[in-house]
């Protein structure tokens, strides 16, 4: 049992970063790994959360040490989830169906309507930061926003019966994605005052993005579950900051 949930730990360091966990022993679905998520989150937050502290120890602006700290985090992650806001961009703006969106979805080309949202996105947490640069922020947003994509992934149906999204269901059940949301909450719980308020804004981002996706391409994909950990990374900061 201990050696199973090991193993779906680290799925979701795997699946969510590019940091080395070892290997994993016996094969498992993408879906079992999902009550992970958060701690997969707290390990991406707690780099961030050094990169903050290094630049406020060097002397940085505010504003400097808040994008060194969103920087270190696309590091760990690839920029997976920034990857999926520009792709979602470019198939709302682009497409006119949903299986034109999808198709311009998987060109790898980002276009005008995907940069230009990465810039906002990226811009508005870099201020956003700046204006509450607390180590305790980054941790517990890093983990309420992979926490939450576990609710989406389990009430959404797919727009592909192939790709991430689909493989990411695979051996999903409530009591996963419980586990996965009450990881998260006590994370945020232990870190930061207000941490109710902090949650309920991410999450409610979060399904209001797949909500839109079902309506506009029949339901989710991967690059919707990272433009949601994105965006919701955003509402979770700007919850945070009103609370300071």
Do not use: K
């Not at 937050?45 to 990169?51: D, E, S, W």
């Not at 890093?142 to 389990?154: E, K, V, W």
């Amino acid at each position: 049992m201990i050696r199973a949930r090991l193993d779906e730990a680290r799925l979701a360091v795997m699946t969510l970063s590019r940091l080395p966990v070892g290997r994993i022993v016996r094969v498992v679905p993408m879906g079992a790994a999902v009550w992970a998520y958060p701690l997969a989150g707290l390990i991406v937050g707690a780099v961030g959360a050094a990169a903050l502290w290094a630049g406020d120890a060097l002397g940085l602006p505010p504003l400097a040490s808040a994008l060194l700290a969103i920087a270190a985090g696309a590091l760990v992650t690839g920029g997976l989830h920034e990857d999926g806001l520009a792709d979602l961009a470019d198939g709302y703006g682009g497409g006119t169906t949903p299986e034109r969106r999808l198709e311009i979805m998987r060109d790898s080309r980002i276009g005008a309507h995907g940069a230009l949202a990465l810039m906002l996105a990226v811009g508005l947490l870099a201020s956003l930061i700046a204006a509450a640069p607390l180590w305790q922020g980054m941790i517990a947003i890093g983990a309420i926003s992979r926490a939450g994509l576990a609710l989406p992934m389990i009430l959404m149906p797919q727009a592909r019966e192939g790709g991430f999204g689909a493989a990411a269901a695979q051996g999903l059940d409530w009591g996963r994605v419980a586990s996965a949301l009450l990881i998260g909450l006590a994370v945020a719980l232990l870190l930061v005052p207000g941490a109710l308020a902090l949650f309920a804004a991410v999450i409610a981002v979060q399904m209001a993005v797949a909500a839109t996706a079902q309506r506009r391409l029949g339901g989710l994909t991967g690059d919707v579950l990272g433009a949601a950990q994105v965006l919701g990374s955003v509402a979770g900061w700007i919850a945070f900051a009103a609370m300071r």
